[in-house]
């Protein structure tokens, strides 16, 4: 390196270019350093080994931080796969048990409507009567006259004065019949008069409506009648318009009072007035005409011959 002195300074002069080794002496040296390595790891050296061990614990730290980024951003995403199908499933579960929640309460009201008809359909006695079951559309709301609609009419051989019914007892009768539909009077209506009989001794009455939905009374009882809370009131057949047997209702309350000369006697209709939406309409199957006399093969058997 040159060194100069200039008013009693010394100066030390840097070349202006270092002077580097060429590409081919690079080249030349890593391939003869590759060489010699590649030499010594066939040949087992064990200094080469501890180096190997040495070094790989640095390049696995490196190769695990290299591609950590990546495992984090798939370990993520496949959270976010499996959230989104976890909510998916989710979904379609809620979806699924609303469906099964909605079909479980239409089984269990058909299971309640099937307990209804069989009740129905068993409350009948077996007497010959023919019957057809029937639907309440609409009751009217007059607090005063009972009265509802049912879904059956002439069409469906459904005349006036028909007898209704329900699982447990009479319920009333049809006043007005159209072609699909019917007016139907309940028993409690004020206009309703239904001949009956107390099962216990087998006393006739008449039990009218008062207008409320859960009172009768019973007509033209005098004071000194056989009758008592509790005795049961059934049908009498009188009449012709109902069949005979089938329950009415339950005396309630008898009030004696000496100066009247009848009974004030109230009973409770058997019948779920207010609660059912099918009724059973029944006719009374009248024993057919006998067929008329054949006419006799000879006229001479019952016209004598004239002399």
């Given at each position: ?80 796969r499996d959230r989104e199908l976890l909510l998916a499933d989710s979904r379609h579960l ?86 699909f539909s019917s007016v139907v009077m309940l028993v409690t209506d004020p206009d309703h ?95 057919p005409l006998p067929p008329p006399p054949a006419p006799p093969d000879d006229i001479d ?7």
């Amino acid at each position: 390196m040159p060194i100069c002195c200039t008013w009693g300074v010394f100066v030390i002069k840097q070349p202006l270019f270092l002077h580097v080794p060429s590409p081919t002496i690079k080249l030349i040296l890593f391939a003869s350093l590759s060489l010699g390595l590649m030499m010594a790891d066939h040949h087992e050296v064990e200094y080469i080994d501890t180096a190997r061990a040495q070094l790989a614990v640095p390049v696995y730290a490196l190769q695990y931080l290299v591609d950590l980024p990546g495992r984090i951003a798939e370990e993520v995403s496949s959270r976010m796969r499996d959230r989104e199908l976890l909510l998916a499933d989710s979904r379609h579960l809620r979806q699924q048990n609303l469906k099964l929640q909605a079909m479980l309460q239409k089984f269990q009201d058909l299971q309640l409507e099937n307990e209804r008809l069989r009740s129905l359909l068993d409350s009948t006695p077996n007497v010959g009567e023919r019957v057809l079951i029937a639907e309440v559309l609409a009751v009217e709301v007059d607090p005063f006259a009972r009265k509802m609609v049912i879904n059956k009419g002439t069409y469906h051989g459904v005349k006036k004065g028909q007898p209704l019914l329900d699982a447990h007892g009479v319920m009333g009768q049809v006043i007005e019949a159209t072609h699909f539909s019917s007016v139907v009077m309940l028993v409690t209506d004020p206009d309703h008069a239904l001949p009956v009989q107390i099962a216990r001794t087998g006393l006739r009455t008449i039990a009218v409506g008062l207008g409320a939905i859960n009172r009768l009374t019973l007509l033209y009882l005098p004071n000194n009648a056989d009758i008592q809370p509790g005795d049961r009131l059934i049908t009498s057949g009188i009449g012709g318009q109902f069949p005979p047997g089938y329950p009415v209702g339950e005396v309630m309350e008898v009030s004696l009072d000496i100066g009247q000369p009848y009974a004030q006697v109230q009973a409770k209709p058997s019948s779920l007035l207010e609660r059912n939406r099918e009724v059973l309409l029944v006719w009374r199957d009248e024993p057919p005409l006998p067929p008329p006399p054949a006419p006799p093969d000879d006229i001479d058997d019952i016209v004598p011959a004239q002399p």
